[in-house]
């Protein structure tokens, strides 16, 4: 194994004070707790919005704090669901008088988790309403999770409700939006190499020179099926085509995201992007808005995957609106 660490034991610890020292003018980090929130936290009137997972999916969730997006991001170990305690931290933390909305990707240990963490707040007084993410079409069932997997999605409604919050919605509306966008985005993914847990040592999976895994997860779980290689042509089908048979986005406006696992060179990503283009051209999909590059990703997997969302005007312009933070920003 070869990684830019000094302890296996640290990986976490030493990682977020090198956000907090890289970012100083965007964000605060609760060392006790691992806890990533705002530098004006907790914003004033504005329902706080948090999220978290384990760590190693980088920049998702910690470089995603910040104007426009999340209030605070809880930091597990890596592939490993942050405690309530951790959950109960950023909640306070970001509590700005008009509730909490918790963001929570369909795996067990962090649904249980963020459930207990919401139970905790709201003994103390705090309001706290959860969406839990479950966008993967590849499998059912996994080997972290009861259902559907939270993957890409998790970005982009992260994003979109991020800006209704900074926006000055109230907490009902955002939970409202929230579930309307988890309704309508799906996803799938896949790997060209396993990933190397530090802890572990050794890659989560051995391929083939020749082999690739469809269908994969962010925590280097295995897929659906494992094939031989094919052309970028050839993945972005294999990605694209669940998609559209698991919703119906024929004659819609979508928000596509091609997102790398990690080890994947931005100039692959790139190639993909457009072979799902021409794929959702053909199928009278238009995409309205698009985000490519490593923002949800597995260590150093490499690999991609594929989301889209059904999109209207007012997610189109929550989109739009300003952003700033370590790992997404636009605007002003």
């Known amino acids: 194994m070869k990684k830019l660490i000094n302890d296996v034991s640290d990986v976490v610890k030493d990682s977020l004070l090198?956000?907090?020292?890289?970012?100083?003018?965007?964000?605060?980090?609760?060392?006790?707790?691992?806890?990533?929130?705002?530098?004006?936290?907790?914003?004033?009137?504005?329902?706080?919005?948090?999220?978290?997972?384990?760590?190693?999916?980088?920049?998702?969730?910690?470089?995603?704090?910040?104007?426009?997006?999340?209030?605070?991001?809880?930091?597990?170990?890596?592939?490993?669901?942050?405690?309530?305690?951790?959950?109960?931290?950023?909640?306070?933390?970001?509590?700005?008088?008009?509730?909490?909305?918790?963001?929570?990707?369909?795996?067990?240990?962090?649904?249980?988790?963020?459930?207990?963490?919401?139970?905790?707040?709201?003994?103390?007084?705090?309001?706290?309403?959860?969406?839990?993410?479950?966008?993967d079409v590849a499998v059912q069932?996994?080997?972290?999770?009861?259902?559907?997997?939270?993957?890409?999605?998790?970005?982009?409604?992260?994003?979109?409700?991020?800006?209704?919050?900074?926006?000055?919605?109230?907490?009902?509306?955002?939970?409202?939006?929230?579930?309307?966008?988890?309704?309508?985005?799906?996803?799938?993914?896949?790997?060209?190499?396993?990933?190397?847990?530090p802890a572990a040592g050794k890659p989560t999976f051995e391929l083939a020179d020749n082999e690739m895994e469809l269908g994969i997860g962010i925590h280097g779980e295995p897929g659906r099926e494992r094939r031989a290689v094919g052309t970028a042509a050839e993945v972005a089908d294999m990605l694209v085509r669940p998609i559209l048979h698991d919703l119906d986005y024929r004659g819609g406006e979508v928000i596509a995201f091609v997102n790398g696992m990690g080890g994947t060179p931005l100039i692959e990503l790139y190639i993909v992007f457009n072979e799902v283009a021409q794929i959702l051209a053909g199928e009278g999909v238009r995409i309205v808005r698009c985000l490519v590059g490593n923002y949800i990703t597995s260590l150093d997997m490499a690999g991609c995957s594929v989301t889209l969302l059904k999109c209207d005007d007012e997610m189109v312009s929550l989109w739009d609106a300003p952003v700033v933070t370590p790992g997404l920003r636009w605007g002003k």
């Open 141 to 197: 069932d996994s080997l972290y999770t009861a259902g559907r997997r939270g993957v890409g999605l998790t970005v982009l409604l992260e994003k979109i409700v991020g800006a209704a919050a900074e926006q000055g919605r109230d907490l009902d509306y955002i939970v409202a939006l929230a579930k309307r966008i988890i309704a309508n985005g799906r996803s799938m993914g896949m790997a060209l190499t396993g990933c190397t847990v």
């Open 18 to 135: 090198g956000v907090e020292a890289a970012h100083p003018d965007l964000v605060r980090v609760d060392h006790e707790n691992k806890v990533v929130y705002r530098v004006d936290a907790p914003v004033a009137d504005k329902v706080g919005i948090i999220s978290g997972g384990g760590s190693g999916h980088e920049p998702m969730h910690g470089g995603f704090v910040g104007v426009g997006m999340l209030d605070a991001a809880c930091a597990g170990e890596v592939f490993t669901s942050p405690v309530p305690d951790q959950m109960l931290a950023a909640t306070k933390l970001v509590d700005g008088g008009r509730g909490v909305l918790h963001i929570v990707k369909n795996y067990t240990g962090d649904v249980m988790n963020f459930e207990m963490a919401a139970e905790l707040a709201a003994d103390e007084g705090i309001r706290v309403e959860a969406v839990v993410v479950d966008d």
